[in-house]
């Protein structure tokens, strides 16, 4: 059983600061690409940033400059640093990873359960 759980969501102020957190657990031999996905009401889930396992990231033009996205591959986790929020980054936002469970299996791909943030004017 694999899970990804996140933290770090809430209510802030236009302009404020939050930091997510996704931690993967369970049966994993080693975590590929991770990455965070949002989710707005009434919209489609879109890509916000990825990264791989060596570090190279990805980010949506949207976010660029005010999103920073890492890893800690020793505790399976990505982080979603987000400064200079708007009330349009206001959803729920999901974690999302490539996981292989043992050396020779298959790469599965996971969510997790979505963590809310808002951003109020």
């Known amino acids: 059983q694999v899970q990804l759980v996140e933290s770090g969501g809430g209510l802030v102020q236009a302009g404020g600061s939050l930091r997510l957190s996704c931690t993967g657990s369970?049966?994993?031999?080693?975590?590929?690409?991770m990455g965070w996905y949002r989710q707005a009401p009434g919209k489609q889930r879109e890509l916000v940033a990825t990264?791989?396992?060596?570090?190279?990231?990805n980010y949506a033009d949207s976010v660029k400059g005010r999103f920073t996205i890492s890893r800690d591959n020793a505790k399976n986790t990505t982080y979603l640093q987000m400064n200079s929020l708007k009330p349009e980054d206001t959803a729920v936002y999901y974690c999302?990873?490539?996981?292989?469970?043992?050396?020779?299996?298959?790469?599965?791909?996971?969510w997790g359960q979505g963590t809310q943030v808002t951003v109020s004017i």
């Open positions: 999302n990873a490539n996981i292989k469970r043992t050396r020779w299996g298959v790469i599965y791909n996971y």
């Open positions: 369970g049966t994993i031999f080693r975590i590929n690409n």
């Open positions: 990264t791989t396992s060596n570090g190279d990231t």
